[in-house]
């Protein structure tokens, strides 16, 4: 059974810090996604890094995913009230709708 | 272009009774994934329907079982709930299954078992 475990689990920052999640695995993954999700809310798609050592940027989010494509990390410059949310990464092997999900890691920034 | 919509929002039923969850894919998606996510835990794959077939289970007895349509909505259904099946159910389409292929997620539908 694959496994994917994110850390930290909660998060609580000021406005304006930096901040970096994490999500580790034993597996090999063909695709990794980063999906953002509120209360109430499906999660919405962030990012999807598919080769080992790939960084892709979005604002202020920087995403990495690991030279053997098993962990990723998502590093948050300067957080804002508005990012605020659950945090999941999800891994494919073959397939990106039959994922496996992390627990996410909850953050919350204070203004 | 119209994304991924669930119904109902929210339900209640009873341990033992039936139920029936619906989803409609984004326009042009053949393929609509189910997942359960439980209060604090991460989305769990239940299975995944491509062009009406069943295309992959992940670990749920029978008593979950699904149907996708020739328009690519899809339902889902329970049988004999239990108390445990208390839920967040999550449709996601996505245009053809493939690893990096986006899942576009619905709200989903809050199931209660008393």
């Known amino acids: 059974t694959q496994l994917l475990e994110q850390s930290p689990q909660f998060l609580s920052i000021q406005e304006g810090e930096n901040l970096t999640v994490y999500c580790n695995s034993s597996?090999?993954?063909?695709?990794l996604q980063w999906y953002r999700q509120e209360p109430g809310e499906g999660p919405v798609l962030l990012v999807t890094v598919v080769t080992g050592g790939e960084v892709k940027k979005l604002k202020r989010l920087t995403f990495q995913f690991g030279d053997a494509r098993k962990d990723s990390s998502l590093h948050i410059t300067a957080a804002q009230p508005g990012d605020t949310g659950l945090y999941l990464c999800?891994?494919?092997?073959?397939?990106?709708?039959?994922?496996?999900f992390g627990d996410g890691t909850t953050l919350t920034v204070k203004p | 272009e119209t994304g991924v919509t669930q119904s109902p929002t929210h339900l209640i039923k009873t341990r033992g009774q039936q139920v029936t969850l619906r989803c409609s894919s984004q326009s042009g998606h053949n393929t609509v994934s189910w997942y359960q996510q439980a209060l604090g835990q991460g989305p769990q794959f239940i299975f995944q329907?491509?062009?009406?077939?069943?295309?992959g289970r992940g670990n749920f007895p029978p008593r979950f079982s699904g149907l996708q349509f020739p328009n690519y909505s899809s339902e889902l259904n329970v049988n004999a709930l239990e108390l445990d099946d208390s839920a967040l159910y999550l449709c996601?389409?996505?245009?053809?299954?493939?690893?990096?292929?986006?899942?576009?997620f619905g709200n989903g539908t809050r199931l209660t078992v008393t």
């Open positions: 329907y491509y062009r009406e077939e069943e295309n």
């Open positions: 996601a389409s996505s245009l053809d299954g493939s690893y990096n292929s986006p899942l576009h």
């Open positions: 597996s090999v993954f063909s695709s």
């Open positions: 999800a891994g494919a092997e073959t397939n990106a709708g039959k994922s496996t």
